[in-house]
């Protein structure tokens, strides 16, 4: 009986692993269409239309940190193990992300331009700040 319990929690904590890795990818997938949706309305200069993307954006990076469980760096996934052992400076890029956006957010509903193409290119630097560190 103890043999087929430690089997079912193997399995059922595999399973979990397998559905946060997969809500990470999509979330990143969603993440990256916004982005290049963002790009695309400013070179139109459509600055107002960018309020709802930005407030997205925030949205994930604000649920994104809660998607690396100790136990979901096995599998079919990319993110570094380094994430476990430097958990705060993973958190403080996707909060650091978080306010980007929700800067760029404020800034299209003022419809400042420049401060949106500025705070459009630090959400691109955060995004490559995090996967260098912590991608595999």
Request: hydrophobic content about 40%.
């Amino acid at each position: 009986m103890d043999k087929i319990l430690v089997v079912l929690i193997f399995f059922a904590s595999n399973l979990l692993a397998n559905d946060v890795i997969t809500q990470r990818q999509d979330s990143m997938q969603n993440f990256n269409k916004l982005m290049r949706e963002a790009t695309q309305l400013l070179k139109s200069g459509e600055v107002q239309s960018l309020n709802d993307i930005y407030g997205e954006i925030e949205i994930i990076m604000n649920e994104y940190p809660n998607l690396f469980p100790d136990e979901s760096f096995k599998g079919k996934t990319k993110a570094s193990s380094d994430i476990i052992d430097n958990r705060d400076a993973f958190n403080q890029i996707a909060s650091e992300t978080e306010q980007w956006a929700s800067l760029a957010k404020i800034a299209a509903k003022n419809n400042d331009i420049e401060q949106v193409q500025q705070h459009h290119q630090s959400l691109f630097s955060s995004c490559k700040s995090c996967h260098s560190r912590f991608r595999n």
